[in-house]
């Protein structure tokens, strides 16, 4: 037993790392003998979590966060309790958030269940009376006190990371008042900026919120150069064509990318969510280890997190707050192009979320996403995945790479008149370094023949 705890110990020691990961490795850990979590342990909560955000709404980033915060917890219990039942030696994940003391005998299925639900208030507090209804429907008042022990060191220790990550601040936001400047958009919903604070929330693997800022789009470094530039007028051209409402120019099959890609409205899954579900859609026929399926959604979690935060520290935190289609096609004659045309009636396809245009959201999510998948199967796998959307009911598309969804998400955004090109190549290149630095910032451990002792 000493033996044990002190091979423990150096364990926790060595694995300390200057950021927030999930450990990838060549070779996966043994299954944990007597443990009674499955695939289907993960795939309840990642459902519970998926009708939460249906509840909550709003921007992107609390969201996953709160993606960020369940499942890096749930995998800290699935990997602990492996870890424990090899007796601490052999080759295993690097913990998300904390490895932990824990007892064999202890039920992975319930202190899983313990894990999620607190975890799932914590980030979600106006939900608690659900979460906890969906508790109970599956685990009744069953109880453990190892269960319950286990638990709480992983839920304490989320807890001690991101109560003070920034996620709550209420600034208030200044509009800059000049052409090119974002305003409030015509949409009924868009009555005050979403989130306008979200770029300054500690990452969980990023080393900090800027570190893959992308350059003002053409070299710019104000509205004004921006707007002066033959790289505006043709993106700006670009949307105004096929982003219109009516326009003559964009296909049926681009209208059905445009809306199934969309779930910007509540009640949707919302963009982290429908990448979350498409995550589901290719593990389900591909991982029946509950530990390595707990690590992909946990790393996918933590990639679409910081992409989120990666794209509000761009939209709202560099010199340009960059106005949406719809306005800038309904006052170029105030941007001093003479190659960009006014149009007072302009309309875009899909309503125009409230917060600036560069970048996309969509295509930094996206592009994190397909990274992290990519790391798991590599990029060339096929798969079918559906939407949300209220404009695209029953509609699935079929994918032959990680690489071409996030490609087509990105673009979808034109399609919808509610971006420009540059919003969604910048988006997605910030998405990818954020997904590649996922998959290799994140180191392997292993204890044999105990290193870590």
Known sequence: MQTSIRRWLGLVLATVLSFAGLAVITQQPAAAAGGTATVNTVYYWQNVMLEVFRRQGGGPG????????MHGGVFDLLNS???????LVGTGYDRAFALLVFDPATDDNLAAGIVARDLLKFAFPAHQTYIQQKYTERHGSASQQAATDAAAQVVNSVKSYRTNDGSN?????????????????????????????????TPFVMSSSSQFRRPLPAGATSYATLLASSTYTTVFNDVKSLGRINSTTRTATQTQIAHFWGNDANGTYKPPGQLLEHTRVVAQSRITDPLRLSRLFARASFALADAAIAAWDMKYRTPVDLWRPVTAIRLAGTDNNPNTAADSTWTPLGPSPCFPAWVSGHATLAGAWARVMAGEFGDAITYTGGTEDPNAVGVNRTFTSFSSAAVEDARSRIYLGVHYQFDGDDGRAAGINIGNLTNTRIQAMT????PCY
């Open 62 to 69: 609390p969201l996953a966060r709160g993606a960020a915060i």
């Open 81 to 87: 309790a492996n870890w424990s039942r090899q007796n």
């Open 169 to 201: 601040a209420t600034p208030t936001y200044t509009f800059d008042n000049v052409p090119g400047a974002w305003r409030l958009t015509p949409n009924p919903d868009c009555t005050a900026p979403v989130d306008p604070h979200y770029g300054a929330v």
């Open 447 to 450: 204890c044999t023949p105990y």
